[in-house]
């Protein structure tokens, strides 16, 4: 029997549900903000990840899916999002379009790395960007983004890691002096921070083996290192998110994964997840743009995992309400009820509401069992006595009455009780 390949998930019928409303609540949640939906393709061409996301990176060096096509063109499935947009917002020409560009997405990633909970080779992320702005209110507003979607999930164990790594201003000094002070050390570090050392000094800091967090305790802060701008900019977004009530915690150890975040960097943890507890994470990227190739356009944006966010959720105990309950179940008796039962159950599934019948020739005592099992919130029972006198029996499911009532009462009693829409 084949198989899913590992680290790819099925979400089946009594998960998708869920999946449903989280997504259209994070898709809500984006619209009052006023950020409009973008949808970016599946693969690009492996050099827009390379120069966009950093060929140091772990995504880029160690985890891509990358292929060559029947073109002889080397192609990537996306490990991130944020390259993408801005692929997309350069050849599209939408700087022209609107001074401010604000998007968000809700796509399917890939990356090939050891699959274990809350991280997958084939996950799905909610993501937003904004570019256009320096302004650090710009920042607040994308942390409380990211702060909101937390709570829209119903998560109370969270905590908001906060800092600046700087510019390519100030950040040199800072990444010399690492090199200074970890340089007799060397030996010591683990295989992936000796490579970092070279490429990126400044990821050493975010290593999470435990003997290399022990040889940079002694690192100072690279807040003690920004220069003016980057330190003005930082105490502004800090009083803005002071101003909102958004508590955070200073983590200077917090250098984020990828080699584009300028200034702002940040991540929302699920203290309850462990290492895996990383939700909305991101940060300001004022030089990216330019690097694949556009004018300097400064931007921030963050991305949240959705089968991190799920498991957050559960390991809280999150329980949503379930409103995705079917709305009409018709019950027939004989044939003749069969043709009728089914033309009004079509004409109801038209008008937007949720309807289901039995195609598998039970009893009516069978049926009634199957509605209950569907959690329905109406029945309608058709006989032959029904289609003689033109009527259906409809059964309330939550009080247990049941009544005669006409075709025409029944959709208005459904209209009452159900938001729906007309196809």
């Not at 909610?126 to 702060?147: I, K, R, V």
């Not at 940060?283 to 959705?306: M, N, Q």
Request: hydrophobic fraction near 40%; proline fraction near 4%.
């Amino acid at each position: 029997m084949i198989q899913a390949i590992k680290g790819a998930k099925d979400i089946l019928p009594e998960e998708s549900s869920l999946w449903q409303r989280l997504e259209e609540k994070l898709r809500a949640l984006a619209r009052a903000y006023h950020y409009e939906e973008i949808r970016v393709p599946t693969f690009e061409e492996t050099e827009l990840f390379v120069k966009g996301t950093g060929e140091a990176t772990d995504i880029v060096g160690k985890e891509m899916y990358t292929f060559l096509d029947k073109g002889e063109r080397s192609i990537t499935l996306k490990p991130e999002g944020t390259p993408s947009v801005i692929r997309a917002y350069l050849e599209h020409g939408l700087a022209g379009k609107a001074p401010l560009f604000k998007v968000y997405y809700l796509e399917r990633m890939y990356r090939q790395e050891k699959p274990q909970a809350g991280r997958l080779r084939q996950f799905t992320q909610f993501g937003a960007e904004a570019l256009g702005s320096l302004d650090p209110a710009l920042d607040a507003e994308m942390l409380d983004l990211a702060w909101k979607v937390c709570e829209m999930a119903g998560l109370k164990q969270i905590e908001l890691r906060l800092s600046s790594i700087g510019c390519p201003n100030c950040r040199p000094s800072y990444k010399a002096m690492i090199k200074e002070k970890l340089l007799p050390k060397v030996g010591e570090l683990c295989g992936d921070c000796k490579e970092r050392m070279e490429k990126n000094p400044l990821r050493v800091l975010d290593c999470k083996v435990e003997h290399c967090r022990e040889l940079t305790q002694g690192i100072p802060s690279i807040l003690d290192y920004l220069c003016a701008e980057c330190a003005e900019h930082f105490a502004r977004v800090k009083a803005y998110l002071g101003e909102l009530g958004i508590p955070y915690l200073l983590d200077t150890r917090l250098v984020r994964g990828l080699d584009y975040y300028t200034k702002t960097v940040f991540e929302i943890i699920a203290t309850n997840l462990g290492s895996q507890g990383a939700l909305p994470a991101g940060g300001r990227y004022d030089g990216l743009v330019e690097t694949l190739g556009g004018k300097p356009t400064p931007g921030v944006g963050f991305a949240c995992g959705i089968e991190r966010l799920l498991l957050a959720m559960e390991k809280e105990g999150v329980v949503w309400k379930d409103d995705n309950r079917l709305e009409v179940f018709i019950a027939t008796l004989g044939e003749e009820a069969k043709k009728a039962g089914f033309k009004l159950g079509q004409e109801l599934r038209h008008q937007g509401f949720s309807c289901e019948m039995d195609f598998l020739s039970r009893s009516l005592k069978a049926q009634m069992r199957e509605a209950d099992r569907l959690k329905a919130r109406f029945v309608l029972i058709l006989g032959d006595e029904e289609i003689r006198k033109k009527v259906v029996v409809l059964r309330d499911m939550a009080t247990k009455e049941q009544r005669e009532v006409t075709r025409e009462a029944a959709i208005a009693i459904f209209t009452e009780h159900f938001v729906h829409i007309a196809y």
